[in-house]
């Protein structure tokens, strides 16, 4: 790859160079993520493109307009220790217009245990200059400064935000006051050993868009009264979910129309399904439907300053269990400063005067303070235990509070979140040793190493055991990134016989440097595993780290096995999914390994240590699964986007990926129409029409073709198909009872009309026929004016709707229905299908869903197919970053344990039964691969004898085949009935036999 020249710099965005400042990157920025847009956003970032490729994952989060305000704000962050640098990797990383790094201090032997920026050979230098062009790396669009000057006014008045960090508490209450006088939004964090402290001063009237970030939520209307209050009364399928204090809207309803386009009205909750709204009692009669919409109204939240705030504090609690500490270390921390200021350095480690003088410091506070800060009396081991470790720097601790003070800052930058209010204090004295007495003041001592920062708080063994560890990491991906920082700045695996091995088969894409910080531009196509592990060997030299590229399980036992296992101190998961999770979990459990286990979704996340013989393990518990969407309502009857979106993933994997195997699997095994034969109902229908579609009706020789076949099938999903619907049941069709059919939450469609200049409908075809002609090894293309041109030529057929097409109302319905299946039309097929000696070296190429590329066309077609079926049925469209939070879940099957207490193998008529007690769900149909083991409809006979029978012999009895021993678990697929009957979709199960 190409680098600009360095001749290229320019001046950018940010306050004016000062004597002792840096602005501009030290590396040259790659040709393909030009710093142009940065300059575009330099004079005004609402006008410039966000690039959705690098902050794909983040728009999700925030979104656009939250983007946009980000991208207008200029960031001091004040102090490059270990905190400071955290801070300003993660807002650089977040996209803010500018940086500059601030520090008037020289580089210590001590700062190497977690200013993971810093080298050996850095000691000495100002920590701002030496870490400018490391960090300019990270994001070509944020332009990074260094300044080593004084924070004077003039100076502060360039940022919109100001982060202080490792400052004394008088240059905080100067810099404090300034800024709240001056509309600066202001961050003050700060580490010491195991406590932290942040503080959060964002003026007196900021404007907060957004308190929670979640989606708005929206809830079908059944009634509405004339009164004052109205009251709302929303269908009785699903709880409306709103507070009292929200506002909404109202669209869609019929009769009452005043309601419709109404300004957003508060309401207060009445009950899980009503709540009331303004006065109604002079609107128009309800006479049925309607949709109420959550708005998220802006509000103002006023901070008080430094100043004030210091002497009138008001607390976020990090811990409930720590209820009071809070308040003890707010005076703690007053003390700390003036010990610091009075001695002109930190307390010594474990040193006693020291920690003394702080209790005495601390103690005179407390008795000037207010009687609302502290009404008990001081927790002195609190301030003893804070002497003694303030002059430890931990990089975990920094990673925690620099990560929940970039948060602040991205909130104060966007306007969404609620921020903190306004002192957070953190401590994790429960990782100091049980036997306090191994921390002596020699223990603590510096010893001139890069690791003396943690020595001063767990003493040297500790040191020494951490380098002496052997540790497995599976993931490198933003989790794992991060992890191997932290364990390269503690030194883990650092010494003699440690040793850190991260496996990950992933190669890196654009759209992970948002937050895979240890990758740059240039790494993009490279291997995950290694370019981190050459990353933290930079970070620290002393770290034995292997890369290894292999998928954890059952496949690659022979390189994880028993040796490989009992050679671990420790595992680490740092996964995107949960099937690997748990399979890492069992293999800890089975070698007795501690297990770190941790993950994230958008704005949430989780952790888990898992000890053994201590805690439970990961699989010992999981999240209920998520509710199912009825199939008629994806088929016909869809009522909100979550089921356009599922519909249009349902559409993918039919179109892309399970036609494409089942031909594979015809052209491969002699056998498999006859086993496909076997399946129940309409099933062997199903696949042999869709091989026949595949490899003859539809099969494309060009990629004329493939446009043709996406026009079609356009007009079949988005016309045709509606227009059957409304001929079945037409917009005034009444039911039995004489209601509308199309009420509640049934929507009446209308179909679309194609056209080549709508975005939408283009959008749709060129996804759907270069993913079509991916499947058969054809070349696609992405000149859309081409694309175009050719749908010129391509002819649709007038479509009539038929008569005596049955449409299925309720999932109820369509299981009572007759699946039997025409004989001869089955015959028909089998004699068309071309033989495969005919297809010599002929093969299909099955798409596996992957949502994180944004130049594969899988994403574009989920979100041009779901936003046209959103029209049809007038539901309102979401945007491509909505669609990461529906289209996956955490949990999604059962876990059965086939093997009874008593050793014996459950029997298939205990299975049933288990699913009734534990699930209250009946099973109707049970099947393992194309093998059915149990039906609702099977004869008699054969039901009688397979009840009694363990799941495993009906496994290898249908399906011909000996379980190996290699066997661990069986993946079977359910279709079942709920307590009142209905049909639901559940997800698999897996059984466990070993």
Not at 225 to 233: I, L
Not at 255 to 267: A, C, D, H, R, T
Not at 322 to 332: C, G, I, M, Q, T
Not at 770 to 785: C, E, H, P
Request: aromatic share 8%; with cysteine; charged share 25%.
């Amino acid at each position: 790859m190409s680098s600009s020249p360095l001749s290229k710099k320019r001046r950018v965005s940010g306050p004016d160079p000062k004597p002792g400042s840096n602005c501009f990157p030290a590396h040259p920025v790659p040709s393909e993520v030009s710093i142009a847009p940065a300059n575009g956003m330099a004079k005004n970032g609402s006008e410039a493109d966000i690039d959705e490729g690098l902050y794909s994952r983040q728009l999700y989060v925030l979104g656009h307009d939250a983007m946009k305000r980000l991208q207008t704000s200029s960031v001091l962050v004040s102090g490059l220790r270990g905190l400071g640098v955290e801070i300003a990797k993660n807002i650089i990383l977040g996209g803010v217009k500018a940086v500059t790094l601030h520090d008037q201090g020289a580089a210590q032997w001590a700062d190497l245990s977690s200013q993971f920026y810093l080298r050996e050979e850095d000691v000495g230098k100002n920590r701002a200059e030496v870490s400018q062009p490391r960090l300019a790396e990270l994001n070509a669009y944020v332009p990074v400064c260094s300044y080593t000057g004084p924070l004077t006014e003039d100076f502060l008045s360039n940022f919109q935000v100001v982060v202080l960090t490792s400052s004394p508490l008088e240059e905080q209450l100067r810099v404090g006051e300034f800024c709240h006088g001056h509309g600066i939004k202001l961050v003050v964090a700060d580490t010491r050993g195991l406590f932290g402290q942040l503080f959060c001063d964002f003026g007196e009237e900021m404007v907060l868009m957004d308190a929670n970030g979640e989606q708005p939520l929206s809830a079908m209307v059944s009634m509405v009264t004339k009164d004052s209050p109205g009251v709302v009364t929303c269908l009785d399928e699903a709880r409306h979910g709103f507070e009292s204090g929200d506002f909404v809207t109202f669209t869609e309803v019929q009769g009452m129309s005043e309601l419709n386009g109404i300004s957003p009205v508060e309401i207060r909750v009445l009950g899980p399904y009503t709540f009331s709204i303004c006065d109604t009692a002079r609107f128009s009669d309800y006479v049925r439907g309607g949709i109420v919409t959550q708005v998220k109204v802006p509000k103002k939240i006023n901070f008080k300053s430094l100043p004030v705030s210091l002497a009138e504090p008001e607390f976020v609690m990090t811990d409930f269990a720590k209820f009071s500490r809070p308040a003890h270390l707010h005076v703690a921390f007053q003390a700390l400063h003036q010990f610091c200021s009075q001695r002109r350095r930190l307390p010594h480690p474990q040193n006693q005067p020291d920690a003394l003088e702080m209790v005495n410091l601390a103690q005179a506070i407390k008795g000037t303070a207010s009687p609302r800060l502290l009404q008990e009396d001081l927790d002195e081991e609190l301030v003893r235990q804070l002497a003694y470790m303030a002059a430890g720097d931990l990089a975990p601790v920094n990673a925690f509070i620099g990560g929940l003070a970039a948060q602040e800052v991205m909130k104060a930058c966007s306007g969404k979140f609620m921020p903190i209010m306004q002192w957070l204090y953190f401590d994790a004295l429960e990782c100091l040793p049980e036997d306090r007495e191994a921390l002596t003041e020699d223990s603590c001592r510096p010893r001139q190493t890069r690791y003396d920062g943690q020595v001063a708080v767990f003493g040297s063994h500790l040191q020494e055991k951490l380098g002496k560890q052997k540790y497995f990491l599976v993931g490198a991906g933003a989790i794992g990134c991060e992890l191997l920082k932290n364990f390269a700045m503690i030194g883990l695996g650092c010494g003699d016989g440690g040793e850190v091995i991260v496996t990950d088969m992933d190669t890196i894409e654009k759209s992970n440097l948002n937050r895979q910080f240890l990758f740059r531009p240039w790494d993009v196509t490279k291997l995950k595993s290694d370019t981190a592990s050459a990353a933290v060997r930079q970070m620290n030299p002393q770290m034995h780290v292997t890369s290894h590229q292999n998928r954890v399980g059952p496949d690659t036992e022979r390189i994880y096995d028993d040796n490989f296992f009992q050679a671990l101190d420790g595992v680490t998961n740092a996964l995107d999914n949960v099937d690997t999770r748990m399979y890492m979990d069992r293999r800890c459990v089975y070698y007795r390994k501690p297990l770190l286990e941790s993950g994230t979704l958008g704005t949430k996340g989780n952790i888990q240590v898992v000890i053994p013989f201590l805690t439970e393990s990961y699989s010992s518990s999981q999240d209920p699964p998520e509710k199912s969407i009825p199939i008629c309502t994806l088929k016909n009857f869809p009522n909100a986007i979550e089921h356009t979106l599922q519909w249009a993933r349902d559409e993918f994997e039919g179109l892309f990926k399970q036609p494409a195997e089942s031909v594979n699997q015809y052209l491969t095994d002699p056998k498999f129409v006859e086993r496909t034969l076997r399946l129940a109902g309409t099933q062997p229908l199903e696949v042999l029409e869709a091989v026949q579609r595949s490899l003859v009706l539809q099969r494309p020789r060009s990629w004329a073709d493939c446009v043709a076949w996406a026009c079609l099938h356009w007009h079949s999903q988005y016309a045709n198909n509606i227009r059957q619907l409304l001929h079945n049941f037409p917009p005034e069709q009444l039911t039995s009872s004489g209601a509308p059919f199309w009420s509640g939450p049934k929507r009446c469609p209308h179909p679309l009309t194609f056209d080549v200049h709508n975005p939408l409908h283009l959008d749709y075809i060129m996804a759907a026929a270069n993913l079509f002609a991916q499947t058969y090894g054809l070349v696609g293309s992405r000149d859309r004016t081409a694309v175009a041109t050719l749908l010129q030529t391509v002819h649709v057929p007038e479509f009539t709707p038929k008569s005596g097409v049955k449409i299925h109302v309720s999932d109820q319905e369509l299981q009572s229905a007759n699946t039997s299946v025409d004989d001869s039309r089955l015959e028909e097929l089998k004699t068309t299908l071309p033989s495969p000696e005919k297809l010599p070296g002929f093969k299909m190429y099955p798409i596996d869903f992957e949502k994180d590329d944004d130049n594969n066309f899988h994403m574009d077609f989920i979100m041009a197919a779901s936003n046209l079926r959103a029209e049809n049925y007038d539901i309102a469209p979401a945007d491509r970053h909505k669609y990461y939070d529906n289209e996956w879940t955490l949990w999604d099957r059962f876990e059965v344990k086939g093997i009874q207490p008593g050793g014996k193998e459950m029997t298939l008529k205990q299975f049933l039964d288990y699913f009734k007690k534990e699930h209250k769900l009946e099973i109707t149909m049970l099947s393992q691969g194309v093998s059915m083991l149990y039906s609702f409809f099977m004869p008699a006979a054969k039901l009688k004898e397979r009840l009694d029978q363990p799941m495993t012999e009906i496994v290898s009895r249908v399906s011909k085949r000996k379980l190996g021993r290699h066997v661990q678990a069986l993946v079977l697929e359910l279709c079942c009935n709920d307590d009142s009957g209905e049909d639901v979709e559940v997800p698999y199960v897996r059984y466990t036999i070993r």
